[in-house]
Structure formats: structure tokens, C-alpha cells
């Protein structure tokens, strides 16, 4: 039985308007979640995510199974209640941030250091599953396999063989009715191994479906026909989710492909650096041209942090080291780009879809 439950209310092609049901509540789509890595969303708190409207935020497996530990947070409750936040969270599997520490991979498993103090683990399918079970979430991820673009068609049919065996593994152990587990498809920039990689991944019978391996190098034009025939062989009444894309040229066009939820550290690294995310596209709010800008990062964003803040007083932060510039600057990304997904949302319910991409993809493709 399914533990997440997708109403689509409203379609423009294949773009969808839906709402998706967890045991512990409800979310609509199209959604952007973002990324809490460690527990939380850079320089934001629990109080910050209502405020910008978020409906799911991420954690991540790796940091959190090593600090604080899975047997802590769940001491705590769950990683909601952990960090205060009464909203979903889904925690990632952790298998990207394995990967990228180039560990020692086997048919079963990875072994791999800590960053934090050198000290070896092991991961595998089955103790993925047990530690975010641990930490929570009411959506988990399997572990899959990632491998970095470009790779050698032989080293991406490994990991799409890895993949669907991990989470063929993952299925059998998760065991928490009131959590929903999501497979994730792989397979590069090939066509032919996204579409297998999807049916072997369907036939296993997930809640929902994770779309990994894409945004890590490759262009937007590799990105999109390998995106799509993924999607031609996910079920419609699942949730698809792609993992780690949120620019919004790349989210639109993947809204329009079908997409529903979307996650990315993107928008608060941004803001650390002081970059604003605008309907006129990104700029540097640190310029000289905003010193004395007596109007908001953006007119029509509907964020606190705009019906507040001049671009002189922030560019003025940003001068002087003060670190309320990047907390100001990351809340008002997040909160733009989850406003771009309720007027993506909002156009496909009122048929305007077409439109709304155009314009998008006029400032930013």
C-alpha cells in the first residue's frame, strides 16, 4: 500500500498542478523544498521556513547520522521536532555526499571517512534505511549510486545496476508505515539507461520517485531529454522529484516536463555570497549602483525581507562584514524561488502556463 497519495487538480500538458498526501500531512506542487543539510536551513530558523512558505524541508543523512547522531535526533522525536519544525521534512540519503568523497564502493556497500574527524563508516542500502527511519523524516530516500558527468557509459551502467539493486535492498528492509520511501532513478545523460533505470525502479513499487544524477555538470540541454524519458516511465499518481535543481530556467522547464518537488543548496549559497534572486534575474546587491536604491531586492517578491529592506541598506551590510546581509539575503532567495513555484502552480490552474514559462525562460534561459 502507498503511503503518499497525488491528486492532480490541474494540467498544462504535462505540467501538473497536484497535491500530495503523507501520513502526517499534505503538500501541493509544483514545490521547491530547501536544503536544512545539518539540521537547518543556513543562517535560517523553524520560525523562518513558515515565514517563507515552505512545506518540506531536507536534511541530510550523512552530516546527521555523524553529528548529531540518528540515535539523538530520534531521542528528540524525529528531526522535526529536533529543529522545532512542525512542517514534512524528507531526508536524502546521503549517497551524493559519500560519493563526492570518492570512497571505496562494492557490490554492497561504501566505505568512506568522516569529514568531521578522518574516522571510517560503512554505508549500505540497509543502514541508509535504519538511520533516516531514526531521524524521521516522513519521506526517506534510498541509497542510490551517482556518478559524476561525464563518466564512461560502463561507469554509469554500474550505478544504474548498483541503484536498482540498493533499492531493491531498501524496499525490503523499510519497515515504518508512517514514512513514505522514494526509489531514485539514475542513468547519466543516456536515454535508454534513464528509461530502463525508471521501470526497474517502478517495478519495485515505490511512494514515490527521485530523478538523482542530473545538474552535476552537464548542460540543461543534456539535462532535459534525459529528464523526459525518465518521467515517460514514472507513474502519474506518484510524486516525481528532481534531486539537487533550482535555477529557475531548469525548474521551470522540468515543471513543464512533469516535475513536481525540487530541492537545492543553490539559493542560500547564493545569498551567503550576496547574490539576489530577482523576476529581473540575479545581481550582486554588494554593487556600488544600490548604495543609495531606496526600493526592495525585488517589487513583486512577496518576502518579509523586501516589504522591509532597501538594496542600500543591504548593499550597506554587506560592506561593513555585517552577517545580517547574508541571513537577509538567503531568506529572500528561498522565499523568491518558493513564490516562483506558487506562480508556476497558480498558471497551471488557470491555464496561463505557457505564458508564464516564456517569460521565465526570457530572463533566465
Same mark, same amino acid.
Given at each position: 500500500?502507498?503511503?503518499?497519495?497525488?491528486?492532480?487538480?490541474?494540467?498544462?500538458?504535462?505540467?501538473?498542478?497536484?497535491?500530495?498526501?503523507?501520513?502526517?500531512?499534505?503538500?501541493?506542487?509544483?514545490?521547491?523544498?530547501?536544503?536544512?543539510?545539518?539540521?537547518?536551513?543556513?543562517?535560517?530558523?523553524?520560525?523562518?521556513?513558515?515565514?517563507?512558505?515552505?512545506?518540506?524541508?531536507?536534511?541530510?543523512?550523512?552530516?546527521?547520522?555523524?553529528?548529531?547522531?540518528?540515535?539523538?535526533?530520534?531521542?528528540?522525536?524525529?528531526?522535526?521536532?529536533?529543529?522545532?519544525?512542525?512542517?514534512?521534512?524528507?531526508?536524502?540519503?546521503?549517497?551524493?555526499?559519500?560519493?563526492?568523497?570518492?570512497?571505496?564502493?562494492?557490490?554492497?556497500?561504501?566505505?568512506?571517512?568522516?569529514?568531521?574527524?578522518?574516522?571510517?563508516?560503512?554505508?549500505?542500502?540497509?543502514?541508509?534505511?535504519?538511520?533516516?527511519?531514526? $531521524?524521521? +523524516? %516522513?519521506?526517506?530516500?534510498? *541509497?542510490?549510486?551517482?556518478?559524476?558527468?561525464? @563518466?564512461?557509459? #560502463?561507469? =554509469?551502467? !554500474?550505478?544504474?545496476?548498483?541503484?536498482?539493486?540498493?533499492?531493491?535492498?531498501?524496499?525490503?528492509?523499510?519497515?515504518?508505515?508512517?514514512?513514505?520511501?522514494?526509489?531514485?532513478?539514475?542513468?547519466?545523460?543516456?536515454?535508454?539507461?534513464?528509461?530502463?533505470?525508471?521501470?526497474?525502479?517502478?517495478?519495485?513499487?515505490?511512494?514515490?520517485?527521485?530523478?538523482?544524477?542530473?545538474?552535476?555538470?552537464?548542460?540543461?540541454?543534456?539535462?532535459?531529454?534525459?529528464?523526459?524519458?525518465?518521467?515517460?516511465? $514514472?507513474? +502519474? %499518481?506518484?510524486?516525481?522529484? *528532481?534531486?539537487?535543481?533550482?535555477?529557475?530556467? @531548469?525548474?521551470? #522547464?522540468? =515543471?513543464? !516536463?512533469?516535475?513536481?518537488?525540487?530541492?537545492?543548496?543553490?539559493?542560500?549559497?547564493?545569498?551567503?555570497?550576496?547574490?539576489?534572486?530577482?523576476?529581473?534575474?540575479?545581481?550582486?546587491?554588494?554593487?556600488?549602483?544600490?548604495?543609495?536604491?531606496?526600493?526592495?531586492?525585488?517589487?513583486?517578491?512577496?518576502?518579509?525581507?523586501?516589504?522591509?529592506?532597501?538594496?542600500?541598506?543591504?548593499?550597506?551590510?554587506?560592506?561593513?562584514?555585517?552577517?545580517?546581509?547574508?541571513?537577509?539575503?538567503?531568506?529572500?532567495?528561498? +522565499?523568491?524561488?518558493?513564490?516562483?513555484?506558487?506562480?508556476?502552480?497558480?498558471?497551471?490552474?488557470?491555464?496561463?502556463?505557457?505564458? !508564464?514559462?516564456?517569460?521565465?525562460?526570457?530572463?533566465?534561459?
Amino acid at each position: 500500500m502507498h503511503r503518499v497519495a497525488v491528486a492532480v487538480e490541474a494540467a498544462a500538458a504535462a505540467a501538473r498542478a497536484a497535491s500530495s498526501t503523507t501520513a502526517r500531512g499534505s503538500y501541493t506542487t509544483p514545490l521547491f523544498m530547501p536544503v536544512g543539510t545539518r539540521g537547518a536551513i543556513k543562517y535560517l530558523s523553524a520560525a523562518d521556513y513558515e515565514r517563507v512558505g515552505a512545506q518540506i524541508v531536507l536534511g541530510n543523512t550523512y552530516h546527521l547520522m555523524l553529528r548529531p547522531g540518528a540515535e539523538l535526533i530520534e531521542r528528540f522525536g524525529g528531526l522535526g521536532s529536533f529543529a522545532g519544525w512542525d512542517g514534512l521534512t524528507l531526508t536524502d540519503s546521503g549517497g551524493f555526499q559519500v560519493f563526492s568523497l570518492d570512497p571505496s564502493v562494492d557490490d554492497d556497500g561504501v566505505t568512506f571517512k568522516s569529514t568531521y574527524d578522518g574516522s571510517t563508516h560503512r554505508f549500505t542500502p540497509e543502514i541508509a534505511v535504519d538511520v533516516q527511519q531514526r $531521524l524521521g +523524516a %516522513d519521506i526517506q530516500m534510498v *541509497l542510490d549510486v551517482c556518478p559524476p558527468l561525464p @563518466s564512461p557509459p #560502463e561507469v =554509469v551502467r !554500474l550505478a544504474v545496476e548498483r541503484t536498482s539493486a540498493w533499492a531493491e535492498r531498501a524496499r525490503r528492509v523499510h519497515s515504518r508505515t508512517d514514512q513514505a520511501l522514494f526509489g531514485i532513478v539514475q542513468g547519466g545523460t543516456s536515454e535508454a539507461l534513464r528509461a530502463e533505470s525508471a521501470q526497474r525502479t517502478v517495478a519495485l513499487g515505490f511512494d514515490g520517485y527521485g530523478i538523482g544524477g542530473l545538474s552535476v555538470g552537464e548542460s540543461r540541454g543534456e539535462m532535459l531529454p534525459a529528464l523526459a524519458a525518465a518521467i515517460d516511465h $514514472l507513474p +502519474a %499518481d506518484r510524486p516525481r522529484y *528532481l534531486m539537487g535543481v533550482g535555477d529557475p530556467a @531548469s525548474l521551470v #522547464e522540468a =515543471v513543464a !516536463l512533469g516535475v513536481d518537488q525540487f530541492d537545492c543548496v543553490m539559493q542560500t549559497r547564493l545569498g551567503r555570497h550576496g547574490t539576489a534572486l530577482t523576476s529581473e534575474g540575479r545581481f550582486q546587491a554588494k554593487a556600488a549602483r544600490h548604495a543609495d536604491v531606496d526600493a526592495p531586492l525585488d517589487a513583486n517578491c512577496p518576502c518579509d525581507v523586501c516589504a522591509r529592506h532597501s538594496r542600500g541598506y543591504i548593499r550597506h551590510l554587506l560592506q561593513v562584514g555585517e552577517p545580517t546581509a547574508s541571513r537577509l539575503l538567503s531568506i529572500h532567495n528561498v +522565499a523568491w524561488t518558493i513564490d516562483l513555484m506558487s506562480r508556476m502552480r497558480a498558471a497551471i490552474l488557470d491555464g496561463t502556463f505557457a505564458r !508564464l514559462r516564456s517569460d521565465i525562460l526570457a530572463v533566465w534561459g
